[in-house]
């Protein structure tokens, strides 16, 4: 299973309450005591990225997703305490749910992936309604993201 149903429907409203922007974030997993997946939503602060630098980010949140920084901190803080990132999601604006050339560069920080074991799962977002999603993993023998099933289950 990748995501729950739960996660699926929190995922939709956060994608649908953010468009026309591009929305974000993840899903911590942990094993043994305590609460085992956990949501988190990130705040997508491309356009003010754009606004300061528009040469450095020539893209608004439209097109693309830039995770406000104290929300990374929150995820190295999470994985520090034991969480791992189980998912990465975004939303893809009027736009199908696939695994752009811009979201594998995101995910290959110096060419090699930075979450090796994570799935990310691509949401299309059309006319402000859910319409598709699709999800993606590291494949070694491929050394390339692959489309993987979507597995929706349990709550």
Request: charged share 25%; glycine share 10%; aromatic share 10%.
């Amino acid at each position: 299973m990748i995501l729950t149903r739960m996660e699926l429907a929190e995922i939709q409203r956060q994608a649908e309450a953010e468009y026309p922007a591009e929305c974000c974030g993840v899903i911590f997993a942990k094993d043994g005591g305590g609460p085992s997946r956990r949501l988190f939503p990130c705040r997508n602060i491309q356009d003010e990225k754009h606004a300061e630098d528009p040469a450095s980010f020539p893209r608004g949140s439209r097109t693309a997703y830039y995770m406000h920084p104290e929300d990374t901190f929150h995820i190295h803080r999470s994985q520090d305490k034991g969480e791992r990132v189980s998912v990465m999601y975004h939303s893809h604006i009027d736009a199908g749910a696939y695994f752009s050339e811009t979201d594998k560069r995101n995910a290959l920080p110096g060419g090699a992936p930075a979450f090796p074991e994570t799935v990310y799962v691509v949401v299309s977002i059309v006319e402000g309604k859910i319409r598709d999603a699709g999800a993606f993993r590291w494949d070694l023998g491929t050394e390339d993201f692959v489309s993987v099933p979507l597995s929706v289950g349990g709550e």
